[in-house]
């Protein structure tokens, strides 16, 4: 362990988010439900108080100086994602409220300009309904077919079996980094390596991936990641499309309206140059230049030692649960981070977790948005335990408490 992760201070860090001092029904929060959201650090809510007060305004279309300050602080903001996941360059990063509506913007703009009738799409079986759906409906609008990359018992991506599952129709590979679900970081430079050798486009879901990866979009060798601010301790609202300039260049817009034009006349439309094309309308000003603090957080704490403190809680977590008798992990990857699945034999995933809530730990239980998965381990949901820099072991001891206090009453 390096001297930067040594000198990790988990108390500083805690005490940066306010919400985590709260009692819970009487018990101390304990908060696992970090893969759905995570919580904000105080430097973020002031950026975002801060905008409001001083220079809420439209940007980009005003002359005055609140519209210039707030056009300056977001395109500050779109330099810093670009740092952040390695850009070649800024206008490759194009703001959307999330993973979700930046998948949406990949597949409907790529319908009818990519897809054609006849191609295929294809996604994994571990994917989150935000990269299934979006593509379900673009080849039914298309008629072209989704495909899927199947998973081992233990929750890996089969790789091999993209030798023969690439073929010459599929045109696009949507997969996640990093699984909602059974935490497994995907192969992503090999899988982008056999999907370019065959001229197949590749999007990453970075949804999970962004808050426990350094992501670095040029090493990863991907055309387009995507992520949620939300989830890297940005306000809700916010996300990320990546791509390289080169597509979305050529790719038509998503959404037509103010901003994302050149020229409108009655007789046609011509539209703006990369990001601006692809968004229309206003945008969340104040969450972007948020999601500018969460960043600038994240580098002044190093994240890469954040990461590797937050590893350590993982693998205690990880193995204290082996303890309890009956729990059976969902999931188990060579290479997993940031969500532990499992249920108790016997129990309803949705009992155990409002056992827990009663101790004032929150964690998630259902199908976390991934019902193919849950269908092919044949069980209606899991409990998710999913974790972030400002969690702890002792935090951890009182999961393991409290699944046993579940256990005693439900099995
Ligand atoms: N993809 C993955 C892997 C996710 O975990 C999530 C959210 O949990 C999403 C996509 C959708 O993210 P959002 O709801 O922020 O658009």
Do not use: Y
């Given at each position: 362990m390096d001297l930067a992760v040594m000198q990790y201070s988990v108390d500083k860090i805690r005490a940066d988010f306010p919400i985590l001092k709260q009692m819970i029904r009487k018990y101390p929060l304990v908060y696992f439900d970090n893969g759905a959201t995570t919580q904000k650090p105080v430097k973020v809510i002031e950026a975002v108080d801060r905008y409001y007060l001083t220079i809420n305004s439209n940007i980009h279309r005003g002359v005055h100086y609140?519209?210039?300050?707030?056009?300056?602080?977001?395109?500050?903001?779109?330099?810093?994602?670009?740092?952040?996941?390695?850009?070649?360059?800024?206008?490759?990063?194009?703001?959307?409220?999330?993973?979700?509506?930046?998948?949406?913007?990949?597949?409907?703009?790529?319908?009818?300009?990519?897809?054609?009738?006849?191609?295929?799409?294809?996604?994994?079986?571990?994917?989150?309904?935000?990269?299934?759906?979006?593509?379900?409906?673009?080849?039914?609008?298309?008629?072209?077919?989704?495909?899927?990359?199947?998973?081992?018992?233990?929750?890996?991506?089969?790789?091999?079996?993209?030798?023969?599952?690439?073929?010459?129709?599929?045109?696009?590979?949507?997969?996640?980094?990093?699984?909602?679900?059974?935490?497994?970081?995907?192969?992503?430079?090999?899988?982008?390596?056999?999907?370019?050798?065959?001229?197949?486009?590749?999007?990453?879901?970075?949804?999970?991936?962004?808050?426990?990866?350094?992501?670095?979009?040029?090493?990863?060798?991907?055309?387009f990641y995507v992520f949620s601010g939300h989830k890297m301790y940005a306000p809700m609202g916010t996300g990320v499309l990546w791509g390289k300039a080169s597509l979305l260049e050529s790719m038509p817009p998503y959404q037509g309206g103010g901003e994302m034009i050149d020229k409108v006349s009655f007789t046609g439309t011509t539209y703006n140059v990369i990001p601006y094309k692809f968004e229309a309308g206003t945008p969340d000003v104040g969450g972007v230049i948020g999601l500018m603090a969460a960043i600038d957080y994240l580098t002044e704490i190093d994240f890469g030692s954040a990461l590797e403190y937050e590893e350590g809680v993982m693998h205690y977590a990880y193995e204290s649960l082996k303890q309890i008798e009956g729990l059976r992990f969902i999931g188990d990857a060579k290479r997993r981070t940031g969500v532990i699945s499992f249920i108790l034999n016997g129990a309803h995933p949705y009992d155990v977790g409002s056992i827990l809530d009663h101790q004032g730990i929150a964690v998630r239980t259902g199908h976390h948005c991934a019902q193919p998965l849950m269908d092919r381990f044949a069980i209606p949901g899991t409990v998710r335990a999913s974790f972030s820099i400002y969690n702890t072991r002792e935090e951890v001891d009182k999961l393991v408490a409290g699944l046993k206090v579940a256990a005693n009453m439900l099995l």
């Open positions: 609140l519209s210039n300050e707030a056009t300056d602080a977001f395109e500050q903001a779109r330099k810093r994602v670009a740092t952040f996941i390695n850009a070649p360059e800024s206008r490759e990063v194009i703001f959307t409220k999330g993973t979700t509506e930046s998948i949406n913007l990949v597949a409907n703009s790529l319908a009818g300009f990519l897809l054609k009738e006849g191609d295929e799409v294809m996604v994994t079986e571990m994917e989150h309904h935000a990269n299934i759906v979006p593509w379900q409906m673009v080849c039914e609008r298309v008629g072209a077919k989704l495909k899927v990359v199947p998973i081992s018992d233990s929750g890996e991506l089969l790789v091999e079996s993209l030798d023969s599952l690439l073929t010459e129709r599929v045109k696009i590979i949507a997969f996640a980094h990093v699984s909602n679900v059974l935490g497994t970081i995907n192969p992503v430079q090999e899988i982008c390596a056999k999907a370019h050798e065959r001229g197949i486009l590749t999007l990453v879901d970075g949804a999970q991936g962004i808050a426990h990866q350094t992501v670095d979009v040029q090493s990863l060798g991907c055309d």
